[in-house]
Structures are given as structure tokens and as C-alpha cells.
């Protein structure tokens, strides 16, 4: 696994606009219309510029699976982020659109513990290099790193065939919120807690 630098980030957003382009939560976010797949390119550069300065963000080595890891106790608003999310409003969820995308966040942050924890927002494997073993292998080092940091991690998933995967790599669900799809939303503690 490596630290993902600026010139690895075309990348990194292809991987993730192919990895989600069909993901129930993700198409809830973004507008719906025949700028869709620039929409959801849009949203995985937004969560790069946030991961990248209030988190990390990884690859593995053979550059074919990638993660977006957010430090939210880290996160501050500056010029850049209320640009950040001035860009992400009018670019990708639409004007309309923020008021339900803001309440379907604070609904799920009214499920995050208030102590430190790394939240895992986007995990995604070239869809060619599909079950391969590839993302697992990047999960576990990203589970590895969360351990290093004495941090839980949480995360939401509306692919229910997403469910089995994380629970193999001991993550259990904590809840489910009604979105008009299932958002499960699992975590994943330390394991000295």
C-alpha cells in the first residue's frame, strides 16, 4: 500500500467513478442527468481533496484498488474546503438537491462517536481487477494503519453484497437508515477496546 501523491490522482478517480458508477448511495448524491458520470468524477474529487488534507489516501501497489480514509476530528473548514463545497453544491449534487444530501449526512454523523475514528468513505478496485484479491489485501492494510493509529473505523455501504465482504474483515453492522435504499452502516473497533 502507498501514500497516494497529487500526480496519482486521475487515477485514483477513475478507479473510483468506475468502482461506483451503479452504487445506490452515491447516485442519491449526485444529480441524476445525462452529466451523471462527471457528477460522480466530481464527488470522488471532492472526498480526494478532503481525504488528502484531513486524512489519507491510499492505492495499492499494483495501482489497481484505491481508499479514501477522512480523519473527521481533523477536519477544519478554510477557504479551500468552503470552496470545496461551494464547487461540489453547484458541480455535482445540484442546488435543489443540498438540503436532502445535508440531511441524509447529518443522519448518519448522528451515528459516529464523538472520539477520534477514521472513516472509511470510499473504497474501490478497477473494475477489471475485480476479485482478484486486490481490495481485500488493501482493506486489511488499511485496517492495519486505523490499529497503528488506535483508531475504530466506520463506514456506510448500500451494496448489500458489500455486507459479507467487510464482515469477513470484522466489521459489524451497528445500523441501518431508510435513504429509499438500505444504508448499512458498519464499524470496525480496535482491537485492544
Not at 60 to 75: G, N, R, T
Request: proline share 4%; net charge positive.
Amino acid at each position: 500500500m502507498q501514500r497516494v501523491n497529487v500526480a496519482q490522482k486521475s487515477k485514483v478517480l477513475d478507479i473510483l467513478t468506475k468502482s461506483f458508477e451503479g452504487n445506490p448511495s452515491v447516485n442519491h448524491v449526485v444529480k441524476q442527468d445525462d452529466k451523471r458520470l462527471q457528477r460522480i468524477r466530481t464527488l470522488m474529487d471532492y472526498s480526494f481533496k478532503v481525504c488528502r488534507a484531513f486524512g489519507e489516501v491510499w492505492m495499492s501497489d499494483d495501482e489497481q484498488a484505491c481508499a479514501l480514509v477522512l480523519h473527521p476530528d481533523k477536519k477544519r473548514f478554510t477557504l479551500n474546503t468552503i470552496a470545496w463545497d461551494l464547487q461540489l453544491c453547484f458541480s455535482c449534487i445540484g442546488p435543489t438537491r443540498v438540503s436532502i444530501v445535508l440531511n441524509r449526512e447529518s443522519a448518519i454523523k448522528a451515528f459516529h462517536p464523538k472520539e477520534p475514528f477514521s472513516y472509511l468513505w470510499f473504497i474501490g478496485v478497477n473494475p477489471s481487477a475485480q476479485h482478484q484479491g486486490i481490495g481485500s489485501n488493501l482493506l486489511k492494510e488499511v485496517i492495519q494503519q486505523s490499529e497503528t493509529l488506535k483508531r475504530s473505523i466506520f463506514l456506510e455501504t448500500s451494496v448489500e453484497g458489500n455486507v459479507v465482504w467487510y464482515q469477513k474483515h470484522g466489521f459489524e453492522i451497528y445500523n441501518t437508515l431508510d435513504m429509499g435504499y438500505t444504508l448499512n452502516m458498519l464499524r470496525r473497533m480496535p482491537k485492544n477496546s
